[in-house]
């Protein structure tokens, strides 16, 4: 500070606080300001946002908040909209209806047998039937060879000796997978009989064999439409370590043996065995086919024992004076089981704990067992061990149940293969994030068992448990609650008019009836639900949300078209929650038998071992590469025959590749496969810096083509045998693949559309599904009267530039159009007939209105769309996802196109992935050998299959290999569909520069969908563009 | 008065930076000239030494790649063979013959110009607005504000304007009556490029945002109150004079981020419109450059492409650097 007078300081000192105190007071108060500024705008913004999102997202209750222009607005597009629907329906409904009001509604024709189908014939209505009926102690036996009636099925009697030796005497019958076989037989007393089948599961397609039940020609129930007769699997050698130490997956064999079972409901959703009334007198009994073979020594009808209570096995124990045994733990590995029901129940790795038995902190081993694939009800797993001696013994399972949150996962124990007592006939294994412990007991005491000394088997079991009977209930609901709202919908549509008054309680009486009953369920079904997970969760509050929704229908039906959207949404998350209700997966690391004196191993490891575990396993991650799959070949030593392979899919599919290469592949032609998982997004680069790999696997259709016009793909023609190969496949699926006479790669994967319809709803609206075009026309006037569509591909796709519409193509092709000229050098999309397969097409969402974009998984459950036309595969997720509508719906080929002569065209595109062989493969002999072994009919089933039982049927593999297809488990019917469509298979060919003819036909149906521009104009337009862009490829590839 | 303040700071700095560097020296031959940069370079070694990382990684993964692309932008190059050499052959191509090309500069040009300044001046709001909250509040909505750039959360927007007459804006507008029909929202051209900007703007409130809120911390109490004394009278001048001068580094930072940000956009289009997008009506400069190198595999024509969009990206950055050195003047 400069020197100055001492008074003139205080004096400026004084001033700048003052004022500084004023600036900051002023200061502060504008702060404030702004802040309150700020916090106002702020809730302005966010209650903006939140109201506007809210009227979409939630139910949309009551109008209030409508505007006066809003509400002008739509009452004027109401009355449009209402003039046109009236003057769009038949004038036949006028004459018993006296408003205008009326008068537009479609007649709801009352055909009383759908309504059937809901209240169908269950097991409990059944047994209801008979609830006095006595259950007379008698065994009726049917020998199997001894068969009455068979027919449209290969049934042949032979000695069992031939099927296996041991476990069934004297002579057996083997049915096969198609028709029926009948047994004729007396029964003395009347009464309700269990029934209990001796079988063999003959080797067909490795999925589980189905049958329908049928009692004097008639089914007695609806369960018995789907009687499960599971094969039987094992590991199919010991666990075996790569040269870098990981373990690899054993293959799964088939190990079946005669197995003796008591019927019951396949999907498990029947706790209890199948009981069935017989008269007096003669009775037959029939077992239609549904899929795979199996050979039966004996049916008996018979009364299945009764299971004790632990409080009664304890007693007979005493009674029998026996003690407690002494013996050490015995441990059982849960991946060493010996029998299971599916293949997918392999050995699997866990790297969570450290006191995983047996344990490594970085490689895979394989030391426990089930996990998200034991997951469906039914699935079994057996295991083996050996008693030192005779006493009571208690159990423990060391699993992981981190799945499910919320509820339990049950399972069935068995000792010696039957259920000891009562109580462990369904035993909780409850949510939880670690390993546990889960002693067999009441929750205070263990529960002993009894064993003698010696070898016994310990068998676990997936069963619903108490939400059995929720869940069947529940199915029922759904099903009956998707088909009124598919009644209500065919009455006001998606977007009703909210003032208009609709009166369904009139036009529509049953719904009335149904909302009030099915609310009534649902409200008991969510008090058991709640009983059962021990607490109010996510479940039964969906229910009770819907069950109030109906029970509010109910008092007031006027409010039921404006909520319709969201009661779908309801009964859609609740069909949703069925499916995820009935999983219960469980991981299994071992099971300990022991002595009641003894203390059961800790569930965990401590604290610190597991800190270390963790920060050990992450250090590893370092220096172990997962990228390689199985042993390392070294290709540099002499002339060993190596051959590298990449795949660009997930790990399951590598390890199942892996597991055949080193089983069958390599013994065989002792050339040794390196096979490796990538990013298939580095081929490219790979390759360009010549670190490619020799061939790879799952490239997309348009890729072989652009490598190959870049010298990097190896032309396939050099091999001899090349014919002898691409005879396994259809002739169509090789045609993207070649340039001139050249081949540059072999189909995998090969997919087309087809169509799906639903049977009820056709059957109710009394239409046939459409085999040709016109059909198809002629029904969708039916359809959209009753508010219903037609699922046909979506056109607003985000991806754009794949193949070219597959509607489109089809209306081409059916009508003997082509996309290219002969030499494959121009683009004939100008041509009259695809100007003409361009204009129907795109007629198809302009004048007909089809909907341009939907869920159709979803859609098509609810019955809103009851036609779709999409890939094949669509039917595994109908029948994984959808078991609701099970039996409701079917597929067949698309609808075509009528010719002169009476026949019907139904051309289709298709789509596909391939092998390919590259340029610069050091050994391009050895890598034709593993191409040729790959795509071999015998390969491809043993591939597909293995998939299917890693991932579920909704993961069937879409083989190219048409011999292998018809090897797949489809059941025969759906097959024939498939093989019928196969036939009109057509693609389109890969040229350079195709890629434009997919974008710009993408952009041209467009142009005309959204902006409405003249079809011709527009396609001409675009055509003279992808002429344009193939010209220039041409010239850069020299072929002008 | 401050700005004397600075002017100060700023001399003494310069002068101690002429103290440490070499007096001018008469210009001497070549080989000298070396050896006493050698010299120099081994009186600093200790400096070299601490940037050598950072340069040779910068040489390496950006220097080295921008050159080579030059380089490609000169010939035929279809990745698997060897590049062949072409002359001006790709530019004359790009700029005669291609008319997507111009249709995604001007998409470019159009959708820069909109979301650049905007996005900035939006960072720039939003960071003094979220700088004037009381402490707890201010981190979490630097969070809310933030919490979308670095998210894939641009998916839900096509959840919004899906095609579907279940798509919320569909079944918004269809309930109300607006609308007969659903809209193709995505896939029509008059609505993409808006929504290509509103989600643009939406996510724009990244790094620049960031660096801008630090910048605010960074700020002294000391001046504020000085200004004060000095006669500031209100908010405005108070940012203008002293907030945003003292940013100066910050505001330079965010300016090159969005800019860059804005000319390289283009996998937000894709996600939301696929790609390409339809009639090219979202297609960017980027757009094209992929397509040309991913679909058609010609990268040699990418390399061109990319070599402009270097150019135009770099004249802008300057012109945007000069504008900002006015701030606060």
Request: aromatic share 12%; proline share 5%; net charge negative.
């Amino acid at each position: 500070m400069p020197p100055g007078s001492k008074p003139e300081q205080m004096c400026q000192q004084a001033l700048r606080t003052g004022i500084i105190l004023n600036v900051k007071g002023e200061l502060y108060l504008s702060r404030k300001r702004t802040k309150t500024f700020i916090a106002l705008i702020l809730t302005t913004v966010l209650t903006m946002l939140l109201s506007s999102f809210s009227t979409v997202i939630a139910e949309n209750g009551t109008g209030t908040a409508v505007s006066a222009a809003a509400v002008t607005a739509v009452s004027s597009t109401a009355a449009a909209s209402a003039t046109a629907i009236s003057n769009g329906t038949d004038k036949s409904s006028s004459e018993s209806s006296s408003s205008l009001v009326t008068d537009y509604i479609p007649r709801v024709t009352k055909k009383t047998d759908i309504l059937e189908q809901f209240q169908r014939k269950s097991y409990e209505k059944y047994i209801a039937q008979f609830a006095g009926k006595p259950s007379p102690d008698v065994t009726v036996t049917i020998l199997a060879k001894e068969y009455t009636a068979v027919d449209g099925m290969d049934a042949k009697v032979v000695p069992a000796s031939t099927i296996s030796s041991g476990g069934a005497s004297g002579d057996v019958v083997i049915t096969g997978e198609e028709g029926y076989i009948e047994w004729t037989f007396d029964v003395e007393r009347e009464g309700l009989y269990n029934v209990a089948l001796k079988y063999y599961p003959i080797e067909g397609k490795s999925s589980s064999i189905e049958r329908e039940l049928y009692i004097d020609n008639e089914l007695p129930f609806e369960e018995a439409r789907s009687v499960i007769f599971h094969r039987i699997w094992a590991n199919g050698e010991a666990i075996l370590s790569d040269s870098r130490g990981n373990e690899y997956r054993p293959t799964q064999i088939e190990a079946s043996y005669w197995n003796e079972v008591t019927l019951s409901a396949g999907t498990g959703l029947l706790i209890e065995s199948f009981k069935f009334y017989l008269s007096e007198g003669q009775h037959t009994i029939r077992l239609n086919s549904v899929k795979e073979p199996m050979a039966i020594e004996y049916l008996k009808f018979f009364q299945e024992d009764a299971v004790l209570s632990y409080s009664e096995v304890i007693r007979n124990y005493t009674s029998k004076g026996y003690g407690k045994s002494t013996a050490d733990e015995i441990r059982i590995q849960g991946e060493s089981a010996v029998y299971k029901s599916d293949p997918t129940l392999y050995p699997i790795n866990d790297r969570t704990s450290p006191s995983t038995d047996p344990y490594h902190v970085s490689k895979m081993i394989l030391n426990t067992v089930g996990g998200m694939r034991w997951r469906y009800t039914k699935q079994w797993m057996i295991w083996e061990f050996e008693v030192p001696e005779d006493g009571l013994y208690k159990i423990a399972v060391r699993a992981m149940q981190n799945f499910s949150e919320g509820t339990y996962s049950s399972r069935k124990v068995l000792i010696d293969g039957k259920v000891p007592f009562k109580e462990v006939s369904s035993v909780p294994f409850r949510y939880k994030l670690n390993w546990q412990m889960v002693e067999l007991g009441d929750g205070e005491e263990p529960y002993l068992f009894y064993l003698t000394k010696g070898k016994h088997s310990i068998s676990l079991e997936n069963t619903l448990g108490e939400i059995a009977d929720v869940l069947r209930d529940v199915q029922d609901t759904v099903a009956e609650l998707n088909y009124i709202y598919r009644k209500i919908l065919m009455i006001t549509g998606a977007y009703p008019d909210t003032y208009r008054d609709y009166r369904l309680e009139e036009h529509l009486p049953e719904c009335i009836e149904i909302f009030t009953r099915q609310s009534a369920i649902l409200y008991e079904v969510s008090e058991r639900v709640t009983e059962i997970s021990g607490g109010k969760g996510n479940a039964s509050a969906m229910i009770d949300k819907l069950a109030l929704q109906m029970a509010d229908f109910v008092y007031d039906p006027d409010t039921i078209p404006e909520r319709l959207d969201n009661y779908r949404i309801n009964v859609s998350a609740m069909a949703n929650w069925i499916l995820t209700a009935s999983e219960q997966p469980l991981t299994v690391d071992y099971i300990v038998v022991t002595s009641p004196d003894k203390e059961f191993p800790a569930a965990d490891a401590p604290w610190w071992r597991k800190t270390l575990h963790e920060a050990s396993a992450f250090f590893y991650s370092f220096i172990e590469d997962y990228s390689f799959i199985g042993d390392v070949q070294d290709d540099t030593s002499g002339n060993a025959k190596v051959v590298t392979l990449w795949m660009g899919m997930g790990r399951d599919q590598a390890q199942t590749m892996k597991s055949m290469i080193d089983d069958n592949f390599t013994p065989n032609t002792g050339i040794g496969v390196n096979l490796r998982l990538v990013d298939m997004g580095i081929l490219l680069a790979a390759t360009a810096a010549g670190k490619g790999p020799d061939l790879a696997l799952y490239q997309g259709e348009a890729m072989p083509v652009n490598y190959a016009l870049r010298n990097a793909l190896y032309d396939l023609t050099n091999f001899d045998d090349l014919d002898e190969v691409l005879d396994r496949f259809a002739d169509s699926a090789v045609i993207p693949f070649t340039i001139g006479k050249s081949v540059y790669a072999i189909p995998e994967m090969q997919t087309f559309v087809m169509m799906f319809y639903r049977e009820d709803i056709l059957r109710d609206l009394e239409i046939d599904p459409p085999q040709t075009w016109e059909d198809v026309y002629e029904i969708i006037p039916t359809l959209q009267k009753h508010y219903l569509d037609i699922g046909f591909p979506a056109v607003t796709d985000t991806t754009i530039g794949g193949p070219p519409h597959p509607l489109f193509l089809s209306y081409l092709y059916q009508n003997s159009g082509e996309i290219y000229n002969a030499d494959r050098s121009r683009c004939v999309l100008n041509s009259s007939k695809a100007i003409e397969a361009f204009t129907k097409m795109t007629d198809m969402y302009t004048k007909y209105k089809v909907a341009l974009k939907m869920d159709m998984l979803t859609r098509f459950r609810t019955g809103e769309t009851p036609i779709c036309i999409t890939g094949y595969n669509f039917y595994n997720s109908l029948a994984v996802a959808a078991p609701e509508i099970k039996g409701l719906w079917n597929f067949s080929p698309i609808p075509g196109h009528l010719q002169p002569d009476g026949t019907i065209r139904r051309e289709v595109g298709t789509n596909l992935s391939a092998t390919i062989l590259m340029k610069n493969a050091k050994n391009k002999e050895a890598t034709w050998e593993f191409i040729k072994w790959w795509t071999s009919s015998e390969i491809q089933v043993r591939y597909g299959r293995e998939m299917e039982s890693i991932q579920g049927a909704s993961a069937r593999w879409p083989t190219a290999n048409l011999d292998a297809m018809a090897k797949l488990p489809w059941p025969s019917k759906a097959a024939k569909a498939i093989a019928e469509q196969w036939k009109w298979v057509k693609p389109v060919p890969e040229i350079p520069g195709s890629y434009m003819v997919g974008r710009y036909l993408d952009n041209a149906i467009r142009s005309v969908i959204n902006n409405g521009t003249n079809p011709r104009e527009t396609l001409l337009d675009w055509v003279k563009l992808i002429n344009d862009e193939i010209m220039l490829k041409r010239q850069e590839f020299g072929m002008e | 008065m401050l700005q004397i303040g600075i002017d100060v700071e700023r001399k003494e700095i310069m002068q101690t930076a002429a103290q440490l560097g070499r007096p001018a020296k008469p210009r001497l031959k070549f080989s000298k000239r070396f050896r006493n940069k050698l010299a120099e370079m081994k009186e600093f070694r200790s400096s070299y030494v601490m940037i050598s990382p950072f340069l040779i990684l910068f040489t390496l993964f950006t220097i080295l790649p921008v050159v080579l692309s030059i380089v490609l932008s000169f010939t035929y190059y279809n990745v698997l063979e060897f590049p062949r050499w072409t002359g001006w052959s790709n530019y004359r191509r790009l700029f005669v013959d291609d008319e997507v090309f111009m249709i995604a500069v001007k998409n470019t040009f159009v959708y820069a110009v909109i979301t650049g300044p905007l996005s900035y001046i939006l960072c720039l709001l939003f960071a003094w607005v979220v700088n004037e909250l009381p402490g707890k509040l201010k981190a979490i909505m630097t969070f809310v504000f933030y919490a979308p750039s670095i998210s894939n959360a641009f998916i839900i927007w096509t959840i919004l304007f899906n095609g579907d007459m279940y798509g919320y804006a569909n079944s918004f507008l269809l309930r109300w009556g607006a609308i007969s029909d659903p809209i193709q929202w995505l896939s029509t051209e008059k609505y993409m490029m808006p929504i290509f900007i509103v989600v643009a703007l939406w996510l724009s409130l990244g790094t620049a945002f960031l660096a801008m809120r630090a910048g605010f911390n960074t700020i002294d109490k000391q001046y504020f109150e000085a200004a004060a004394v000095d006669g500031i009278k209100n908010r405005w001048q108070e940012l203008w004079y002293i907030t945003l001068p003292m940013m100066a580094p910050h505001l330079m930072f965010s300016a090159v981020l969005q800019i860059t940000g804005a000319f390289s956009a283009g996998a937000v289009g894709s996600a939301l419109f696929g790609f390409p997008s339809t009639n090219y009506a979202t297609h960017t400069i980027m757009n094209h450059l992929s397509d040309y190198s991913g679909i058609r595999y010609e990268r040699g024509y990418a390399a061109a492409i990319a070599t402009l969009l270097f150019i135009v990206m770099v004249g802008t950055n300057k012109g945007v650097q000069r504008l900002i050195r006015k701030v606060g003047a």
